[in-house]
């Protein structure tokens, strides 16, 4: 089979789930139960559709010290439109993109949020209804797609590469915004053949300021290298045998590491006409398998195996001297948070979480064995000095759960000290929702550790959402600045910041 061929085969292997018939849809019914007919609970206001199709404060309201040496702008991404026509999406990940940037510049913060205008955002909108399926929502009313780019709600992550803003999705093309005005430039092609094929969210940047990323579909697995000028290196499909959902990876020096849990599509319930998410089908009996890629040579694998479990996010990775590969990970028992978890929060049936711990994993290459260690503790969205990917780093920042906990997600912050193997710990107010906050070198030369944490909260008491910065070596003494939002925004996933 040649690379156009292959190619093909896997551009019609992400879609063919999506291209049966919708007459035989097994739907719930023509809408999803609305947020205002459920109990009244306050962190629902983290899963209400932003209504407005752009959204805009000049200055925020700051508290506390913002560093002048902090100057530039904070992107992030999240679903935030999830009604239409009295139709309410069945699944968080299905929600429209929508992306936010908070520009910091000197004494003044002003934010700024516009959707991404995708084509299915575009249909959707022009009908005034929930007229294409979604990841987790397929209505008999919902019409049939000719590709994956034609459900691309582009709501998970951002990046900055080549002089480009991108805003990402798992399963179809990376969309290009204006970065001063968030304005839809359109989808991206790496190269012709490769149009609409999917770009996954997490894209990692090496340390020639090289791209690399990947795109999952059916039986293959399409690897990417896009040099720092923005421009494609190379890009070639790997046949992997039962390739489940793939959200995340991690490279080393050396290799790309990619963790597969036993989550592999069902033709059978796809034929049906289950949504994308209900044709997948969960095997606690097998094992999550690792694969592992030389980046100079993509023939050259190595597979190894692991206890059963889901993983969305990886840590960071790296080898020693003698090839042992090291990575952590964060790791679900199951899969349920993704079946169950995101589902019941849309309607406000959510009754407590299935969360994952850290995990940290040695790969043994000589003898094909891994080994893994789980660490105490319920968290997510782990962040890392971006200077440190696919080498040795000393911290890691997770979003974490403790004490008593009454909502959905996250209340506090960690940062594991590896070198020293201790913890600092933040537990945020009743009421807050805490999202991923990155780790910003203060300057370019600044000792590993030497940083700022920058997220954003979302306060259910005051209804508003807020942006939050710490001293990363001190972070249990709590935010050293804030910035308040008049309004508050959906929760999201992944943000991006681009220095000025």
Known sequence: MNRRELLQQMLMGSAAAMLVPLSLARAAGEAGSMVGSAPHKAWLLGYQSVQQNSLSSDSLRLS???????????????????????????????????????????????????????????????AGRQRTPAFGTRLASMEAVAGPDDMNVSNVSVTWHGERLMSLWDAGSAWELDPQTLSTIGPVTWRDDLQGVPFSAHPRKDTDGSLWNFGAARQMLLIYHIGADGTL????????????????????????????????????????????????RWHADQP?????????????????????????????????AGGTIRFDYLRYADARVLTESFRAVMTGEYSGGHRSQLAQVTLYPDSGRAEQQLLPGECEFPT??????????????????????????????????????????????EGIMVEEHLVIPKTANAADGDAWLLGTVLDT???????????????????????ALPYSLPLGFHGHFVRS
């Open 64 to 126: 506390g010290r913002w560093p002048a040496a902090l100057q530039g702008s904070f992107y992030r991404n999240m679903p935030a439109r999830f009604e239409r026509g009295g139709q309410r999406y069945q699944h968080w990940f299905d929600g429209d993109g929508m992306l936010q940037a908070f520009r910091l510049n000197g004494g003044s913060i002003a934010h700024h949020g516009r959707f991404v205008e995708t084509r299915k955002f575009r249909v959707d909108e022009s």
């Open 233 to 280: 290196k190379k890009a070639e499909g790997i046949p992997v045998p039962d390739l489940p959902m793939v959200h995340d990876f991690a490279i080393t020096e050396r290799h790309l590491i990619f963790l597969l849990p036993p989550m592999v599509l069902d033709a059978d319930r796809s034929t049906a006409g289950q949504s994308v998410l209900d044709s997948y």
């Open 288 to 320: 999550m398998r690792i694969l592992t890629v030389d980046k100079n040579d993509w023939s050259r694998q190595r597979w190894y195996e692991l206890p059963s479990g889901f993983v969305f996010h990886l840590g960071n990775a790296w080898e020693e």
């Open 384 to 429: 890392l000095d971006p200077r440190a990917v696919g080498r040795r780093q000393r911290f890691l920042v997770l979003a974490e759960a403790t004490g008593d906990i009454s909502h959905p997600g996250f209340n506090a912050l960690r940062r594991i000290d590896l070198d020293r193997q201790n913890e600092q710990h933040y537990r945020f107010d």
């Open 461 to 483: 008491k005051a209804g508003i959402t807020r942006l939050t910065l710490f001293d990363a070596a001190h972070l249990q003494d709590g935010p050293m600045a804030q910035a």
